[in-house]
């Protein structure tokens, strides 16, 4: 993807180097919106404090989970984004439409990873209940947002360690 990943310098020592060269995609779903924003945000002020910039964060949102897949592909395919992190948070209800949601965007995210060789992190909650999903949104849990960004920058040096 873009070209100036092979210039980067990754901090030895660290474990989570500097990678503000990289440009970063987030793709998030609208649906539990109070948990996803959540998310996002903790996904971009995990990478700023990595020294990521604005200009290297594409953010767009798609309306829910199972619409991850195919706008995290589109993001790959029209920009020059190194990694994308997808957000999504999918709440057991009681159709299976839960099972569905939550195997396909698995299965979608995993085959993104295939297709394109790079990082597509599944920062997809599937969570019991309302409280299990605002615990891991920057509650008690933490923010599953700020791992999945972490999840990307390491999935990125793993990369370069490769080259
Ligand atoms: C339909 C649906 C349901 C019931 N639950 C969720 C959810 O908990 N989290 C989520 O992200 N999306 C949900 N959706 C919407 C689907 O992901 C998808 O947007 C619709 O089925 C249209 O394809």
Same mark, same amino acid.
């Given at each position: 993807?873009?070209?100036?990943?092979?210039?980067?310098?990754?901090?030895?020592?660290?474990? $989570?180097?500097? !990678?503000?060269?990289?440009?970063?995609?987030?793709?998030? =779903?609208? *649906?539990?919106? @109070?948990? %996803?924003?959540?998310?996002?945000?903790?996904?971009?002020?995990?990478?700023?404090?990595?020294?990521?910039?604005?200009?290297?964060?594409? $953010?767009?949102? !798609?309306?829910?989970?199972?619409?991850?897949?195919?706008? =995290?592909? *589109?993001?790959? @395919?029209? %920009?020059?984004?190194?990694?994308?992190?997808?957000?999504?948070?999918?709440?057991?209800?009681?159709?299976?439409?839960?099972?569905?949601?939550?195997?396909? !965007?698995?299965?979608?995210?995993?085959?993104?990873?295939?297709?394109?060789?790079?990082?597509?992190?599944?920062?997809?909650?599937?969570?019991?209940?309302?409280?299990?999903?605002?615990?891991?949104?920057?509650?008690?849990?933490?923010?599953?947002?700020?791992?999945?960004?972490?999840?990307?920058?390491?999935?990125?040096?793993?990369?370069?360690?490769?080259?």
């Amino acid at each position: 993807m873009s070209s100036v990943k092979n210039n980067l310098s990754v901090v030895k020592g660290s474990s $989570v180097p500097d !990678v503000s060269q990289f440009i970063f995609g987030i793709v998030w =779903a609208e *649906w539990n919106t @109070e948990i %996803t924003v959540a998310m996002r945000d903790g996904a971009i002020k995990t990478l700023k404090a990595h020294g990521v910039t604005d200009d290297n964060i594409i $953010v767009r949102s !798609v309306p829910g989970s199972f619409e991850l897949t195919l706008g =995290a592909q *589109w993001m790959a @395919e029209a %920009t020059e984004v190194d990694a994308v992190i997808c957000i999504g948070c999918v709440i057991q209800g009681e159709t299976k439409h839960f099972d569905f949601i939550c195997s396909a !965007v698995a299965n979608g995210i995993t085959e993104l990873n295939i297709e394109f060789s790079m990082p597509f992190i599944f920062g997809v909650l599937t969570t019991n209940d309302q409280q299990q999903a605002i615990d891991r949104a920057g509650g008690k849990h933490g923010n599953k947002g700020d791992e999945a960004a972490i999840t990307a920058i390491k999935m990125l040096a793993l990369e370069q360690s490769f080259e």
